[in-house]
Every structure is written in structure tokens, then in C-alpha cells.
């Protein structure tokens, strides 16, 4: 079963930084696409960075720069590193385990965390 739970999200000023977490558990970053997702009230769901099962990184250009994926193998953990955030960065993170992620086309999502709040305030 393929399981995944965010933690590290919160309360932050305009300029500040968190760190998310994703734990997983049943199944392996080496057959599997990982990526962080994020949907704020009224919009849609959009994409943040994604890790390949090839060890890819990406990450679109409303977020490059400020946000940054990796991965510790060891505590099978994916994190999201969010630095400079802004009030335009609230939202619910999700972080979920797929096929082809990282592409532009079709995405393949065979599970989802409940995700955790990030509230970008001063």
C-alpha cells in the first residue's frame, strides 16, 4: 500500500522559510515518480517540484529559485525546502507518488497524502 504523510507546515511571515516533509512508506523512489502539490481556496490544484524514479528534479518557474526538492533515502523522506515565501504561497501541500510526475502531459497518480497547511501571513 502506497502511503504518504506531509508534515512542517504553519505559520509563517512574508520573507520566511519552511520545510515540508513527506514520509512514505510501500513503495520505492526507484520505481516511482514523487511530487509536491499545493491548492489554495478557489483555485486550482498546481504542481510544484517533482523527483523522478531517474532522480530528476523539476520545478516550474512561478516557484524556481525559492523552492527545492530532495530526498533522504535513509528515513524514506521527501522534502520540500520553501524559502522567500509569499502571502500568494497559502495553500494546502500535498505531496503524492505517481508515473510521469515531472512531464508536461499526462499524469499518473496512484496516491495522495492528506496533506498540510502552509499560511503565509504577517
Known amino acids: 500500500q502506497l502511503q504518504l504523510v506531509e508534515s512542517g507546515g504553519g505559520l509563517v511571515q512574508p520573507g520566511g522559510s519552511l520545510r515540508l516533509s513527506c514520509a512514505f512508506s510501500?513503495?520505492?523512489?526507484?520505481?516511482?515518480?514523487i511530487g509536491w502539490f499545493r491548492q489554495a481556496p478557489g483555485k486550482e490544484r498546481e504542481g510544484l517540484s517533482c523527483?523522478?524514479?531517474?532522480?530528476?528534479?523539476k520545478s516550474p518557474e512561478s516557484v524556481k529559485g525559492r523552492f527545492t526538492i530532495s530526498r533522504d533515502n535513509t528515513n524514506n523522506t521527501v522534502y520540500l525546502q520553501m524559502n522567500n515565501l509569499m502571502p500568494e504561497d497559502t495553500a494546502l501541500y500535498y505531496c503524492?507518488?505517481?508515473?510521469?510526475?515531472?512531464?508536461?502531459?499526462?499524469?499518473?497518480?496512484?496516491?495522495w497524502g492528506l496533506g498540510t497547511q502552509v499560511i503565509v501571513s504577517s
Open positions: 503524492a507518488v505517481g508515473y510521469f510526475l515531472c512531464s508536461s502531459g499526462r499524469r499518473e497518480f496512484l496516491s
Open positions: 510501500g513503495f520505492s523512489l526507484d520505481y516511482y515518480d
Open positions: 523527483l523522478s524514479s531517474s532522480g530528476i528534479t
